[in-house]
């Protein structure tokens, strides 16, 4: 391979090294969407309640046989 294709080829590779993009370590933007039952179609078991957003209406019966877990 000569010389000036040698330096053709670098010049092309430095060419396309160089364009711009984001950096693979930039934070993403996070998202201001809410979604639980009554906002967005979210999970349907899942409510925000104030003073996140207004108090939330919804249908149902409470079951007091479920013993929720909370683990850290």
């Known amino acids: 391979m000569s ?6 080829v670098l010049g092309l590779f430095l060419a396309v090294a160089c364009r711009e993009s984001p ?7 996070p998202s201001g969407e809410i979604l639980d039952a009554t ?5 349907v ?11 939330p ?3 149902g019966a409470f ?3 479920f013993s929720p ?4």
């Open 57 to 59: 209406s919804y249908d």
């Open 63 to 65: 079951d007091a046989t």
């Open 3 to 8: 010389s000036t294709s040698r330096l053709s």
């Open 23 to 29: 950096a693979p370590t930039s934070p993403l933007k």
């Open 39 to 43: 906002h967005s179609g979210g999970n």
């Open 45 to 55: 078991h899942f409510f925000l309640l104030p003073p996140i957003v207004p108090q």
């Open 69 to 72: 877990v909370v683990r850290s």
